[in-house]
């Protein structure tokens, strides 16, 4: 018999973690953890189970984003179903809408792990859903943006392969890299202390002022990167080269398969084959442990998305995000204070933060 909830119950949330491991069609930013990291931005969050005889069957983590009076329930990429269940997927929107009514939310948006039509590899994520879904009948796009969607998978086809054969899909400058990487001391150490992490952490930072993106403060994020280590969700490791760290690379464990997250190396030693040799190491792990893929994700910029393709990595682009207004003339005041707030949105992020540390 199936039967669907949603649940905040930490048994519940324990059995979809191991769900999305155990399952090739686990994403990464539906670990109960990624989705609770949301609550430190004074967001709520929400689970919903669809279960048969008691097992887990799919599902999908909810983000209920609140400014003021404005509240915004978001999946930022479900639902996650099992093989040939995709009948289910409008019994699941109809819930999640009418759950999206019911917290009194004026906007409703939700981004599926539904490959867009010409993309033929499928066993990560939904099957080919009716042309009359429900999901068709929302607004193509993204108006909420402070809640991040999965655009697609970037994958290095590892299946059946050795190491060897899968750097035969690399592009040239990589294979010499590697090549390099011989006449250098480097060691690749997985982390898991607060101090290390820590460490691994000021990498990620330093890289992304150097490049010029945003990146969530490690204050916000420690607690979510810890749980992650800690109970196997998640691979933190940092490259050590006479005796200093001078890069680092996480990655998130789900779905049979590695998903690369963040990296960075100290902008004096760039000029070194660090990136190369990190994911090296975890295409080596990938291996080990049978995966079919390792994921270096898409994004990022075009020097980026350049070295993202150097691994003989293949793009599949998901279906864009889907949105629904619940209640347009609250919606439409959001969208004008929105614009004129958006250039102050990494300082409200930080301020959201802090009061939330204070009023705890």
């Known amino acids: 018999m199936i039967q669907?909830?949603?649940?905040?119950?930490?048994n519940w949330l324990d059995k979809w973690d191991n769900y999305l491991q155990e399952t090739e069609r686990g994403l990464y930013n539906q670990m109960s953890f990624w989705i609770k990291s949301y609550d430190v931005y004074g967001f709520d969050h929400d689970f919903y189970i669809i279960t048969e005889n008691d097992k887990i069957i799919g599902g999908c983590g909810i983000v209920i984003a609140k400014f003021s009076v404005f509240k915004f329930l978001i999946v930022p990429c479900g639902p996650v179903l099992d093989k040939n269940q995709e009948h289910l997927m409008d019994l699941v929107l109809n819930n999640l809408k009418e759950y999206a009514v019911q917290k009194n939310c004026c906007y409703f948006q939700i981004n599926l792990p539904l490959l867009k039509e010409?993309?033929?590899?499928?066993d990560y994520t939904l099957d080919k859903i009716s042309s009359n879904s429900i999901f068709y009948t929302g607004l193509e796009g993204t108006?909420?943006?402070?809640?991040?969607?999965?655009?697609?998978?970037?994958?290095?086809d590892l299946h059946n392969k050795t190491f060897d054969e899968v750097v035969q899909g690399f592009g040239s400058n990589h294979k010499r890299n590697l090549k390099k990487v011989s006449s250098f001391d480097f060691q690749f150490q997985q982390v898991t202390t607060k101090e290390a992490i820590a460490e691994a952490y000021e990498c990620f930072v330093q890289n992304a002022q150097n490049k010029g993106y945003p990146l969530r403060s490690y204050d916000s994020i420690k607690d979510t990167l810890q749980n992650y280590v800690d109970n196997n969700q998640a691979i933190i490791a940092t490259c050590v080269y006479q005796n200093k760290v001078v890069g680092a690379i996480y990655v998130m464990i789900c779905g049979q398969r590695l998903i690369y997250i963040n990296g960075g190396v100290l902008k004096q030693y760039q000029n070194l084959p660090i990136s190369v040799y990190m994911h090296c190491e975890l295409i080596r792990y990938s291996i080990e442990k049978g995966y079919k893929s390792y994921d270096v994700s898409v994004g990022g910029s075009e020097g980026v998305i350049r070295f993202k393709e150097g691994f003989g990595s293949q793009l599949f682009n998901f279906e864009n995000s889907r949105y629904w207004v619940l209640k347009p003339f609250y919606f439409k005041i959001y969208i004008f204070m929105e614009k004129w707030l958006k250039p102050y949105k990494q300082s409200i992020a930080k301020l959201l933060f802090n009061l939330k540390k204070v009023f705890k």
């Open 4 to 10: 669907s909830f949603f649940t905040k119950e930490q």
């Open 143 to 156: 108006k909420f943006k402070y809640v991040i969607p999965l655009f697609g998978m970037r994958l290095v």
């Open 118 to 122: 010409g993309d033929a590899f499928h």
